[in-house]
């Protein structure tokens, strides 16, 4: 069985651009977030989905930031007019469905983005 | 504001030794803790975790500590090996699937 898995493993971006970053869940899992993490910090958390729907986008830092989940499997996290400050490993995370705590949420290698 | 504190960004220990890492949260309202640990290039993998009701879980040689009145947990490895090396992060959560991490301590097993 695979796990999380996430593509690209590297970005590098000019400033101004948009990216789009994917996840693909483990199969099963209908829960799915979003984290990333910035030099010398801990993961910060993005957004949650449910299935495709997503309850809580509190996470996300600014409209630049947007994420969509078809068919209840990939995600795809965009970042518009991408910002040095961006520059983060973006990781992705998903469990079987959230109803109790201590549900594993499970990761995948994350996406490093640089913004030049 | 962080609520959830690693202070030690790393950690050398021998090998067959414990190893402690400490983690400390301000927020009371987090009932419920977790431990991923993490190697160069890969995602973080879920170690341990420990409920509030709780003060101490084991598995295996990983056990956490929970003192809840010091808003304090610890994670020991016993006996340490060198295949243990990778950065610890803890979490904590308030009941949700939104976890607040910690910003890790890189552990080196020293063989």
């Known amino acids: 069985g695979a796990g999380v898995s996430q593509s690209p493993s590297n970005k590098v971006t000019e400033k101004g651009k948009d990216v789009e970053l994917r996840c693909d869940p483990i199969?099963?899992?209908?829960?799915l977030y979003w984290y990333r993490q910035s030099l010398g910090q801990g993961l910060e958390f993005l957004i949650y989905f449910q299935g495709n729907s997503a309850p809580d986008k509190s996470g996300l830092p600014s409209d630049r930031f947007s994420a969509e989940r078809t068919g209840g499997s990939v995600s795809t996290l965009t970042i518009q007019r991408t910002q040095q400050e961006d520059s983060a490993v973006y990781l992705c995370a998903s469990s079987l469905p959230w109803n109790r705590v201590g549900e594993t949420q499970y990761f995948g290698p994350g996406t490093r983005l640089l913004v030049l | 504001d962080q609520q959830v504190k690693q202070n030690s960004p790393s950690l050398s220990v021998q090998e067959g030794r414990i190893s402690i890492l400490n983690c400390d949260y301000t927020?009371?309202?987090?009932?419920?803790f977790l431990w991923y640990k993490k190697y160069p290039a890969e995602g973080p993998t879920f170690l341990i975790s420990?409920?509030?009701?709780?003060d101490k879980n084991e598995d295996g040689r990983f056990t956490v500590f929970l003192n809840k009145s010091a808003k304090h947990l610890s994670l020991h490895i016993v006996p340490s090996q060198p295949g243990d090396s990778a950065v610890y992060f803890c979490?904590?959560?308030?009941?949700?699937?939104?976890?607040?991490f910690g910003t890790g301590t890189r552990l080196k097993v020293l063989a």
């Open positions: 199969s099963g899992h209908t829960a």
């Open positions: 927020n009371s309202m987090f009932d419920y």
């Open positions: 420990i409920s509030s009701i709780k």
């Open positions: 979490a904590a959560t308030s009941g949700t699937y939104k976890y607040i």
